[in-house]
């Protein structure tokens, strides 16, 4: 090809191929310590492979997820916290993963922006890593995409795509197993994890606060610190528990809270009867009910008020899988049953 004078270039339209290569090389080791059984290449291939074979599986079923952060980046971007919404887009497909009975192999991210700042995004693809590390899986990939015009200054988006394995007999579920007076089980989350940012950004905005601001409910920590606190990641926990066959289901409550969540894994003629007396939340969401306004109903359906998953479970069953759970180091507990509908 010939030499062209004045010719435009790629980074003159606003892509900068070398700040992309500089961003490879910035993650390749953070990629580098997810490694895990099955999942031994490195970054730079067109796809990524996995050995189901290597990772100890006879039988296997593929389960694929994929999600995204939601409008939690927004706090993200306007304050600088960019080390913790990496786990957060971890957590979001491979609780989901956990859902179906199956265990998260590899992950895959996508960063889109329309400048790429090569310190930013490290930060962010650091918390994807280390919520590959929590879930045991492997960060096999990604795709940076810079597109000029698509986003504003500063902003970006995120989508993480994972998938799992799980033996053919071990998939959740088991409707089949389900009857009235079968317990649920729930474990504590964090805070919103990351479901109902779009509601939670206009009460603060209706209570006057800075990000900057002494978080109201909590101490020693601004409120943008606060509400960044990363979704919980559950694989270690409970996957144990589901492979012991104690569990008959599994939701991880995301948008639609406590109230849209548990019917997906429940079996028909059964519904979820709560005790929402048997925990207690965490501060923010009084905090954020009583700034917003917000009717006890739409708390329940937006948000997860402090149970990040559930589980069901046998009477008989129950004791130990709270047992277990606890030893873990879980904040688990009793916080209903199934009942006929």
């Not at 501060?283 to 700034?291: D, I, K, R, S, T």
Request: with cysteine; charged share 20%; glycine share 14%.
């Amino acid at each position: 090809m010939s030499e062209r004078p004045n010719g435009l270039t790629y980074a003159q339209a606003g892509v900068d191929i070398d700040a992309g290569a500089a961003l490879v090389d910035r993650i390749k080791p953070l990629a580098k310590a997810t490694r895990r059984p099955g999942a031994d290449g490195s970054l730079g291939g067109f796809g990524a492979l996995f050995d189901l074979k290597a990772a100890g599986f006879t039988d296997p079923l593929l389960v694929s997820t994929t999600d995204g952060v939601g409008t939690k980046l927004k706090i993200a971007i306007d304050t600088g916290q960019h080390d913790t919404v990496g786990v957060d887009l971890v957590a979001m497909c491979v609780n989901d993963l956990l859902a179906q009975g199956a265990e998260p192999l590899i992950f895959l991210d996508y960063f889109a922006t329309g400048k790429l700042d090569v310190e930013a995004a490290a930060r962010v693809v650091a918390g994807i890593a280390e919520g590959c590390r929590q879930a045991g899986c492997a960060l096999a990939g990604g795709e940076t995409a810079e597109m000029p015009g698509m986003y504003a200054a500063g902003d970006y988006d995120l989508a993480g795509f994972s998938l799992g394995a799980v033996e053919r007999g071990a998939v959740l579920p088991r409707l089949g197993d389900q009857k009235a007076g079968d317990v649920i089980i729930g474990l504590a989350s964090s805070g919103p994890h990351s479901n109902g940012y779009s509601l939670i950004r206009r009460i603060v905005e209706r209570s006057g606060l800075d990000w900057s601001a002494a978080s109201p409910f909590s101490d020693d920590e601004t409120l943008a610190s606060a509400l960044m606190r990363p979704t919980r990641i559950y694989v270690r926990q409970v996957l144990p528990q589901i492979r012991a066959g104690r569990v008959s289901a599994c939701a991880h409550i995301t948008g639609g809270g406590l109230i849209e969540n548990p019917p997906r894994v429940i079996a028909e003629g059964l519904v979820a009867r709560f005790d929402w007396n048997a925990w207690t939340p965490p501060p923010v969401f009084g905090w954020l009910q009583q700034a917003g306004g917000v009717a006890d109903a739409e708390m329940r359906r937006t948000f997860n008020c402090g149970v990040g998953l559930i589980l069901t479970a046998r009477p008989e069953d129950a004791g130990e899988v709270l047992a277990g759970l606890i030893e873990a180091g879980e904040d688990a507990f009793v916080c209903g049953e199934l009942a006929a509908a």
